[in-house]
């Protein structure tokens, strides 16, 4: 048992604009490889309408993750279910807003 003297005065800051990412960005896959479930996840500076798709190597959209779906500034995270594809080299499309990004990822059964 002891008795101990805290001086430091810590605060939380409630201000969202403050705490929202400074850049949009999309993040590499984890875990990448992966069998089956992967999740991708992402900043957004400022709500958006978030299009996300799996892209084989021919260019073809294989899967649809999240299709217009509104969301807000602050990290996010869409786990994608690989299960229906074979083994392969893949590319996750995202959109939101005037960004576009893309993601390499590999699947491994």
């Known amino acids: 048992l002891g008795i101990y003297e805290c001086s430091e ?3 939380v800051n409630h201000d969202r604009e403050e705490s929202a990412p400074q850049t949009t960005t999309l993040y590499p896959a984890y875990p990448n490889p992966f069998n089956s479930f992967t999740s991708l996840k992402y900043n957004l500076t400022k709500p958006a309408s978030v299009q996300i798709g799996i892209f084989d190597t021919h ?3 294989v899967l649809d993750v999240a299709n217009h779906q509104l969301r807000y500034p602050g990290i996010h995270t869409e786990i994608v279910n690989a299960n229906s594809l074979p083994s392969g ?3 996750a499309f995202l959109k939101a ?3 576009q990004e893309v993601a390499p990822l590999i699947l491994i059964k």
Do not use: A, E, I, T
């Open 89 to 91: 080299s893949y590319y």
């Open 59 to 61: 260019g073809r959209q």
């Open 9 to 11: 005065v810590v605060g």
């Open 97 to 99: 807003g005037d960004l």
